[in-house]
């Protein structure tokens, strides 16, 4: 119950975790349970998007901290299955959307970062609270912020753990999209069903080699773009898009 998931015939998948009396916290047993969503959306082969939320007003508020913030044993046990699910988040080969409903802080905000696309409504706000708690950044927060908005203001957001507007976010480059709250759902709907419907391979590979972008030198940018051009061409969703466009007509890809 801590973790609603719901599929719809275009294959689009929201989770949304379901704490409200908690501000949507995360406990120990939800990592795990994260992990293993996220892993069995990814080798599905009829899921095609993945859509993260949490049930309103809050979105996540990061790790339940209300038992001390560890499991029983060391702390440094505790940790693996939030590494995992951080991970688990990462590899999911499909495109991910993070539908930003409210309060987004600590291993929240990072979970949203951890996603390929945020739209956030407007009363949105995002923290690197962890500092205040008297920890550091985790849930891949030093991985993720420096490669989206730089060194430096990952610095700032992570030392000072400020509480940033959605507008703010969108500004230094965290959020994709800011829309009303009551277009919210709508706006990620409209997202979720663009991106299902596009070529599952294509997409698949395009998202792979963009996130390996900054550990690749040219020439092996290159050399994978050309390998996922030659699995495209012999496939029949590429076949398909080349036909729609002769015909005039939207294509229908079935990821095969």
Do not use: Y
Not at 36 to 44: A, G, T
Not at 63 to 74: C, Q, Y
Not at 78 to 102: D, R, S
């Amino acid at each position: 119950e801590d973790i609603l998931v719901e599929r719809n015939a275009s294959g689009v998948v929201t989770l949304t975790l379901n704490r409200p009396h908690h501000k949507n916290a995360v406990t120990f047993p939800m990592w795990n349970e994260l992990q293993r969503i996220f892993q069995e959306v990814s080798n599905s082969t009829t899921d095609r998007v993945l859509v993260i939320t949490g049930s309103a007003p809050v979105f996540c508020s990061g790790a339940d901290l209300s038992t001390g913030g560890v499991p029983d044993g060391h702390p440094l046990h505790g940790m693996g299955p939030v590494n995992a699910a951080a991970n688990a988040l990462h590899e999911v080969t499909k495109p991910t959307i993070a539908k930003v409903n409210g309060v987004a802080v600590g291993a929240g905000m990072n979970l949203a970062l951890g996603c390929d696309l945020i739209v956030a409504g407007e009363s949105a706000r995002f923290s690197q609270i962890f500092v205040k708690r008297g920890l550091s950044v985790d849930f891949g927060g030093t991985w993720l912020l420096p490669r989206l908005i730089g060194v430096h203001k990952a610095k700032e957001l992570a030392l000072f753990g400020d509480v940033i507007s959605a507008q703010d976010a969108a500004e230094i480059g965290i959020v994709n999209r800011v829309v009303a709250d009551s277009e919210l759902d709508q706006f990620a709907d409209d997202w979720a069903e663009r991106l299902a419907a596009g070529p599952p391979l294509a997409m698949q590979q395009t998202k792979k080699m963009l996130s390996n972008a900054f550990s690749q030198s040219l020439s092996e940018a290159l050399d994978a773009e050309a390998s996922a051009q030659t699995v495209n061409l012999v496939s029949e969703d590429t076949r398909e898009g080349i036909k729609a466009l002769l015909e005039k007509r939207p294509p229908k890809f079935e990821g095969r």
